[in-house]
């Protein structure tokens, strides 16, 4: 009996999010949809301006238009002759004159400069100009913030509101973006019950309620995902690739939670393998480490081709943190996202000590405290969900690093991970 085939190395977190997002395939299909229910959606093509904004010189606040000339001395009188409130069109200013002027309005023909009402006294039709005006001075220039025929969204942006405010700035009623991501999910164990199928307190011996459903489907909500739900799918290979082929019909991607290890009652590895092909990769972090990555075969969908599948571990803190650093990014790339889909970690003092250095990439979860410090769950368990809802956070701890109370280190908000 020959000696045990060695085990493979770990993949670090870096080479694991780099192969998914190397493997994604964006949606194709594009629809367009009213700018008011785009939000969240990943735009489909560039989209153009085609026209200036702002469409003409216009005041930037309450005042008077002036000939800056004719407030060279920094003390001149002249005659109020007009009147222009946002939304009107003043007649051509005279020499020696002024027009009372609101924010917004354009500026009159021969006027090139505004002043400010708080630096003007007025006495009848007239206004004494108590400053030296610039030219174009409080003026908001025609096409000083979009020249027409300019791309204003890129292809691949996630639109957000301000996306869509600028949209609406110069008319865009729809945009075409990417239509959005199917995903199936399902949860296996013989032992997960359903809250309401068994009052808390009278749990069946060994059962456990189903937590990853509810966390699961709350961060796919976030994305934007058209979910399909199969629930809990009981222990057994034939019930597993039965679900699996139904999911891979209408799906791009299968997502699912516990089963991923080697044991006789796991059985998404065997289903998955049976159904398409699967890597079983064993990843250096903590909490997590099982995460299986594939396809499962489209048979008589309207596509072809296959599903992508995910299999993230049961632990629920190990779901939810691998969701966040896997399922994540590579859900934003096959929405069709093309900038960066990886979140921001900003550099925050450890208000803790960690003394133990493991050989994994570590996500603590941890808390900003007023001081502007980070403070750390005292119970980083893998089944610790009470963790995930204390803390605003996790820090990124390398392999091999152990933190000292007072060192900076990364941290990652969960605000950063869930949109």
């Known amino acids: 009996m020959g000696a045990p085939a060695p085990k493979a190395p770990m993949l670090s977190v870096r080479e694991a999010i780099d192969y998914l997002l190397d493997a994604a395939r964006p949606v194709e299909d594009v629809e367009t949809v009213a700018t008011l229910e785009a939000n969240g959606r990943v735009l489909a093509d560039d989209v153009a301006s085609t026209i200036d904004v702002p469409s003409a010189d216009n005041t930037q606040m309450d005042g008077y238009a002036v000939r800056a000339a004719d407030c060279a001395s920094g003390s001149a009188t002249l005659r109020v002759a007009q009147r222009v409130p946002a939304g009107s069109v003043g007649q051509p200013l005279e020499p020696g004159t002024a027009a009372r002027i609101f924010t917004g309005a354009l500026i009159p023909p021969g006027a090139d400069a505004v002043v ?27 096409g000083e913030d979009i020249v027409a025929g300019s791309v204003i969204l890129a292809a691949g942006a996630r639109l957000r509101s301000q996306e869509l405010g600028l949209a609406a700035s110069v008319g865009l ?27 808390a307190g ?42 699996l082929r139904e999911a891979a019909r209408e799906h791009d991607l299968i997502i699912t939670s516990g089963g991923v290890s080697v044991g006789e009652e796991d059985h998404i590895k065997p289903a998955v393998e049976a159904e398409g092909r699967l890597d079983m990769w064993q990843i250096a972090v903590k909490p997590g480490k099982p995460l299986a990555f594939g396809e499962v075969r489209r048979e008589g969908g309207p596509e072809g081709g296959a599903a992508f599948f995910l299999g993230l571990p049961g632990n629920p803190v190990s779901s939810f943190v691998t969701f966040l650093l896997f399922v994540r990014p590579f859900l934003l790339r096959l929405q069709g996202v093309s900038g960066p889909v990886e979140p921001c970690g900003y550099i925050v003092r450890s208000d803790f000590n960690w003394p133990k250095a493991d050989r994994r990439n570590e996500f603590l979860r941890v808390r900003m405290n007023s001081a502007g410090g980070l403070d750390l769950f005292p119970n980083q368990g893998s089944g610790v969900l009470t963790s995930t809802v204390w803390g605003d956070g996790l820090v990124d701890n390398p392999p091999g690093n152990s933190i000292a109370e007072g060192d900076l280190v990364r941290f990652i908000p969960f605000a950063e991970l869930q949109h």
């Not at 729809?174 to 019950?193: I, K, N, Q």
């Not at 966390?215 to 222990?235: H, M, Q, S």
Request: net charge negative; with cysteine; charged share 25%.
């Open 116 to 142: 400010m009402q708080e630096q003007c006294e007025t006495a009848g039709d007239s206004v004494t100009v108590r400053h030296t005006p610039r030219e174009g001075e409080w003026i908001r220039r025609k």
């Open 173 to 199: 009623a729809s945009l075409p973006v990417r239509r959005r991501l199917r995903v199936a999910v399902f949860f296996t164990g013989d032992e997960l019950t359903m809250p309401g199928e068994a009052p």
């Open 202 to 243: 009278h749990l069946a011996p060994g059962a456990i309620y189903n937590s990853n459903r509810f966390t699961l489907r709350g961060l796919l909500e976030n994305f934007g995902c058209e979910i399909t739900d199969y629930g809990i799918v009981p222990d057994s290979l034939g019930t597993t690739r039965d679900t």
